[in-house]
C-alpha cells in the first residue's frame, strides 16, 4: 500500500550556533524522512536546522525541495545542494508553495520565521485551507511557553476547544513518525 502522506514542510531555524540537542533532533528526524522515501519541502536556508533536515535527509536517500524567494538567493542564504530549488517573487508565495506540496507540516524550534509560519498554518488548518496534518516537534521543550500560551487562549475563550486539536505535539523525531504512523497517514 503506497503511503499517503509522501512528502512533509518543515519550518525550522536558519540560525547558526544552535545547541547541540536541536541539532540531534533535526538529523534524526532528516534520516527518519529519507529512510521512508518521504519528500522534504522546506525554505532552502543554508544554515542551520533546515540545513541539517536537509542535509540528513538527502544522505538518508531522500528528496529536498526548496522553496525560497530570489531577495534570499541574492543574500547568499541559499542552500544550493538540494534536490530541487523552486525560486518565487515574494516570502507569501514561498509559504503558500510549501503548504501546497506537502502532505503534512512538521515544525522543529526556531524563530520569528518558525513561529510565524506554525501559526500561519495552524490558522489555515481552522480555515479550513490546509486540511494536513501539523506536527510541532517540541525538542527539549522548547515550544512549551506557546503551548502555554494557546491553551490559555483556549481557557479565556480566544481559540474555540474544538479547535485546539489543530496540531499534534511530538517529543521526538521518532514520535513524530508514530503520529504520522497512528493517524494511518503512513
Keep these: 500500500m503506497k503511503n499517503?502522506?509522501?512528502?512533509?514542510?518543515?519550518?525550522?531555524?536558519?540560525?547558526?550556533?544552535?545547541?547541540?540537542?536541536?541539532?540531534?533532533?533535526?538529523?534524526k528526524l532528516g534520516?527518519?524522512?529519507?529512510?521512508?522515501?518521504?519528500?522534504?519541502?522546506?525554505?532552502?536556508?543554508?544554515i542551520g536546522l533546515m540545513r541539517i533536515v536537509s542535509d540528513a535527509t538527502i544522505k538518508a536517500g531522500g528528496a529536498v525541495t526548496g522553496i525560497i524567494p530570489h531577495f534570499m538567493i541574492e543574500n547568499g542564504w541559499c542552500h544550493n545542494g538540494l534536490?530541487?530549488?523552486?525560486?518565487?517573487e515574494t516570502m507569501h508565495e514561498r509559504k503558500q508553495l510549501m503548504a501546497n506540496l506537502s502532505d503534512a507540516a512538521i515544525a522543529l524550534p526556531g524563530g520569528y520565521g518558525t513561529l510565524e509560519e506554525l501559526l500561519e498554518i495552524i490558522t489555515w488548518r481552522q480555515l479550513g485551507l490546509y486540511q494536513k496534518p501539523v506536527i510541532?516537534?517540541?525538542?527539549?521543550?522548547?515550544y512549551d511557553p506557546l503551548l502555554e500560551m494557546l491553551g490559555r487562549a483556549t481557557r479565556e475563550k480566544f481559540i474555540?476547544?474544538?479547535q485546539a486539536c489543530l496540531w499534534q505535539v511530538a517529543k521526538t523525531p521518532?514520535?513524530?513518525?508514530?503520529?504520522?504512523?497512528?493517524?494511518?497517514?503512513?
Excluded at 499517503?4 to 538529523?27: F, H, L, P, R
Excluded at 521512508?36 to 532552502?44: F, S
Design 4 to 27: 499517503m502522506i509522501q512528502s512533509v514542510c518543515i519550518y525550522c531555524a536558519s540560525s547558526a550556533g544552535i545547541d547541540t540537542v536541536y541539532v540531534k533532533d533535526a538529523e
Design 31 to 46: 534520516t527518519l524522512l529519507g529512510q521512508r522515501n518521504i519528500h522534504v519541502i522546506n525554505g532552502a536556508g543554508s
Design 83 to 88: 534536490t530541487e530549488l523552486i525560486r518565487t
Design 136 to 142: 510541532v516537534l517540541n525538542t527539549n521543550n522548547y
Design 160 to 162: 474555540r476547544p474544538e
Design 174 to 186: 521518532e514520535e513524530v513518525i508514530k503520529i504520522l504512523c497512528r493517524d494511518g497517514h503512513l
